[in-house]
């Protein structure tokens, strides 16, 4: 890219999210606390987020200095993402003129192709490996696959969230591990903003809690989550609380259907909840449990170890990568561990001060930050 635009600034358009701000989902946390800071970091560049009609109001807006377009999709989990992704690139190529698109996940990654014989520059942040979600069917994990595969060969750059995700990358495409690089997820977000006291009683009032005694868990209400693992262990546990289960399903199927029918006195489901509440949420309690069987990098996880909760983790790659203690984790599916872990003291899980310090500097925002700027600027001389 010419000298002369770097300097007067270019134009990115990003996609593959729902849409932000306050959209559930990683992958949307993940591009409400960025990009804000690469507008700052870089004010000559315009930054447009291309959201999806179904999660925004708004035809257009604007948010911390980024234009926040809204695009439609078709209906239905196995064309949403895929349709708003086709409907951006164009978008991005006949009305902005956009020099660089930045595709978040290995679905929209499908338009990568496309994007290049448009004459853009494209970054390809991988977040998950989603061809192993339970929620897609055998057809729909083969397009993923094909997916990935169009990221890795025509992106001009790949952001791997996680250090495993990063490295499986390169010993699988080994002719192309100079253009595949780790930049984590940040956690520090969650401890901006502290929450008055009054607003902590309204929300454990709301659900019915008592601070120090429930265990919470968050995130979307699909398989993968492994939210029926925690349920089934909570329930045969000696825990006397509760479990709130703070999330929703992006389209109510079967899955998310028979965990809402648990719904008790002693099971919460919050449905999706604001950051401030989650916050509050995550600081009450007695216990944060991710139970997952796939995770990219676990914002959740980054989240509540970053507010002081004790944490509980299935002990899968991207969950082992935050490199906690032994304890700190249990077998992926094992029920019967889970539920011992639970009835044991929860204080057993909890980080010292040093060690959550140690943790969150490896994950912050604005480093997060200056690498992928580090990442634009090679493409751009490229």
């Given at each position: 890219?010419?000298?002369?635009?770097?300097?007067?600034?270019?134009?990115v358009?990003?996609?593959?999210?729902?849409?932000?701000?306050?959209?559930?989902g990683?992958?949307?946390?993940?591009?409400?606390?960025?990009?804000?800071?690469?507008?700052?970091r870089?004010?000559?560049d315009?930054?447009?987020i291309i959201?999806r009609?179904?999660y925004?109001?708004?035809?257009?807006?604007?948010?911390c200095?980024?234009?926040?377009?809204?695009?439609?999709?078709?209906?239905g989990?196995?064309?949403?993402?895929i349709?708003?992704?086709?409907?951006?690139?164009?978008?991005?190529?006949?009305?902005?003129?956009?020099?660089?698109?930045?595709?978040?996940?290995?679905?929209?990654?499908?338009m990568?192709?496309?994007?290049?014989?448009?004459?853009?520059?494209?970054?390809v942040?991988?977040h998950s490996?989603?061809?192993e979600?339970?929620?897609?069917?055998?057809?729909?994990?083969?397009?993923?696959?094909?997916?990935?595969l169009l990221?890795?060969?025509?992106?001009?750059?790949?952001?791997?969230?996680?250090r495993?995700?990063?490295?499986?990358l390169?010993?699988?495409f080994?002719?192309?591990?100079?253009?595949?690089h780790f930049?984590?997820?940040?956690?520090?977000?969650?401890?901006?903003?502290?929450?008055?006291?009054?607003?902590?009683?309204?929300?454990?009032?709301?659900?019915?809690?008592?601070?120090?005694?429930?265990?919470?868990?968050?995130?979307?209400?699909?398989p993968?989550?492994?939210?029926?693992?925690?349920?089934?262990?909570?329930c045969?546990?000696?825990?006397?609380?509760?479990?709130?289960?703070?999330?929703?399903?992006?389209?109510?199927?079967?899955?998310?259907?028979?965990?809402?029918?648990?719904?008790d006195?002693?099971?919460?489901?919050?449905?999706?909840?604001?950051?401030?509440?989650?916050?509050?949420?995550?600081?009450?309690?007695?216990?944060?449990?991710?139970?997952?069987y796939?995770?990219?990098?676990?914002?959740?996880?980054?989240?509540?170890?970053?507010i002081?909760?004790?944490?509980?983790?299935?002990?899968?790659?991207?969950?082992l990568d935050?490199?906690?203690?032994?304890?700190?984790?249990?077998?992926?599916?094992?029920v019967?561990?889970?539920?011992?872990?639970?009835?044991?003291?929860?204080?057993?899980?909890?980080?010292?001060?040093?060690?959550?310090s140690s943790?969150?500097?490896q994950y912050?925002?604005?480093?997060?930050?200056i690498?992928?700027?580090?990442?634009?600027?090679?493409?751009?001389?490229?």
């Amino acid at each position: 890219m010419a000298a002369d635009m770097v300097e007067s600034g270019i134009k990115v358009c990003v996609l593959g999210l729902r849409g932000l701000p306050d959209v559930m989902g990683g992958v949307e946390m993940h591009c409400e606390q960025l990009f804000p800071l690469m507008k700052e970091r870089r004010p000559n560049d315009t930054f447009i987020i291309i959201g999806r009609k179904a999660y925004l109001a708004s035809r257009s807006s604007e948010y911390c200095g980024l234009k926040i377009i809204t695009l439609p999709h078709a209906g239905g989990k196995y064309f949403e993402a895929i349709s708003n992704t086709a409907y951006g690139v164009a978008y991005a190529w006949v009305m902005l003129r956009s020099d660089l698109l930045h595709l978040h996940g290995i679905g929209p990654s499908l338009m990568a192709p496309v994007a290049k014989a448009l004459g853009m520059k494209v970054i390809v942040t991988y977040h998950s490996k989603n061809y192993e979600h339970d929620k897609w069917n055998r057809v729909a994990k083969l397009i993923l696959r094909i997916g990935e595969l169009l990221a890795v060969v025509f992106a001009d750059r790949i952001i791997a969230v996680s250090r495993s995700l990063a490295r499986d990358l390169k010993t699988r495409f080994r002719w192309a591990a100079d253009k595949i690089h780790f930049i984590p997820n940040g956690a520090n977000h969650i401890v901006v903003d502290q929450v008055e006291p009054e607003i902590d009683e309204t929300v454990l009032q709301k659900y019915g809690l008592e601070r120090g005694n429930y265990i919470v868990s968050v995130g979307r209400l699909v398989p993968e989550k492994g939210f029926h693992d925690l349920l089934a262990a909570f329930c045969r546990s000696s825990f006397p609380g509760k479990l709130v289960i703070a999330g929703d399903a992006d389209h109510r199927g079967r899955y998310s259907q028979r965990l809402l029918e648990k719904a008790d006195h002693r099971v919460v489901f919050t449905g999706f909840v604001s950051k401030d509440l989650v916050r509050v949420l995550l600081a009450k309690s007695s216990l944060f449990v991710l139970p997952s069987y796939n995770e990219g990098l676990p914002i959740a996880a980054l989240e509540a170890i970053a507010i002081g909760a004790p944490v509980l983790l299935s002990d899968i790659e991207a969950n082992l990568d935050l490199g906690l203690a032994p304890g700190n984790y249990f077998k992926v599916g094992d029920v019967d561990q889970l539920r011992s872990k639970i009835s044991q003291d929860h204080e057993h899980y909890r980080l010292s001060h040093s060690e959550r310090s140690s943790l969150l500097s490896q994950y912050d925002w604005r480093a997060v930050c200056i690498e992928t700027d580090k990442l634009y600027s090679t493409v751009e001389r490229g």
